[in-house]
């Protein structure tokens, strides 16, 4: 019954993709699920975000691996900050995630928890009618994450800024410390917090931060 009230609803949808054929096939079957929605589209996250602050949205259907503007070069820590934007700036938002790489949603941990919206993740591999299942979820307002996030490490917003730092623009510890302005040995800290949580430990012959940006690869932490 509630179902059928859904679909009777003049509902709000984002659906963002940056490749076309993904793009209109996802809008083509949420539009005959719920035919009495309006589908807005978007192919990169300047567009999305733009389309949200201007729409009272009741869902947003997003491809994880996004472009920041037109031409740019699609990322998954692209889409990660439009998430974590749009769960900051639109706190009952209902969202679906599509990707094949879910562990990378394991950044967003504390996002997610807080976020009073609807929440779910439908692998990009599988059927649409498992996407439809998912946006149906996230319409109730249910959260659902694959076992990669439920089971994954807990990892505080600030040791994640250091990893970002340290091995996306290869920063050291004193340009870290200026960038997050804290102290140098605060810095220190989070790398001591880091290796545990990774489980990597001083080792004769092997690089401890090699080691730790091999883990937070492995991890979805880091791109």
Do not use: C
């Amino acid at each position: 019954m509630y179902q059928q009230d859904l679909r009777q609803k003049k509902l709000k949808i984002l659906v963002v993709d940056d490749h076309e054929l993904a793009l209109y096939a996802t809008v083509d079957v949420i539009r005959k699920e719920y035919n009495l929605a309006e589908i807005l589209q978007a192919q990169t996250t300047e567009d999305a975000l733009k389309r949200a602050g201007s729409n009272e949205l009741n869902l947003a259907v997003i491809d994880l691996n996004m472009p920041e503007v037109a031409g740019g070069t699609a990322k998954v820590e692209s889409g990660i900050e439009l998430l974590k934007t749009l769960m900051q700036s639109y706190k009952n938002l209902n969202i679906v995630v599509q990707t094949a790489t879910p562990r990378s949603l394991v950044r967003l941990k504390p996002a997610i928890s807080s976020h009073e919206g609807g929440f779910t993740v439908a692998d990009k591999s599988l059927p649409m009618n498992e996407m439809l299942t998912k946006v149906d979820w996230s319409l109730k307002g249910l959260i659902y994450t694959p076992a990669e996030i439920r089971s994954g490490l807990e990892v505080k917003p600030e040791w994640l800024e250091v990893l970002q730092l340290a091995f996306k623009e290869g920063l050291q510890d004193i340009a870290i410390a200026k960038r997050m302005n804290v102290a140098e040995r605060t810095v220190r800290h989070y790398w001591s917090k880091i290796y545990d949580a990774l489980r990597v430990y001083p080792d004769e012959g092997k690089n401890l931060r090699i080691q730790t940006e091999i883990r937070a690869r492995e991890e979805g932490l880091i791109d």
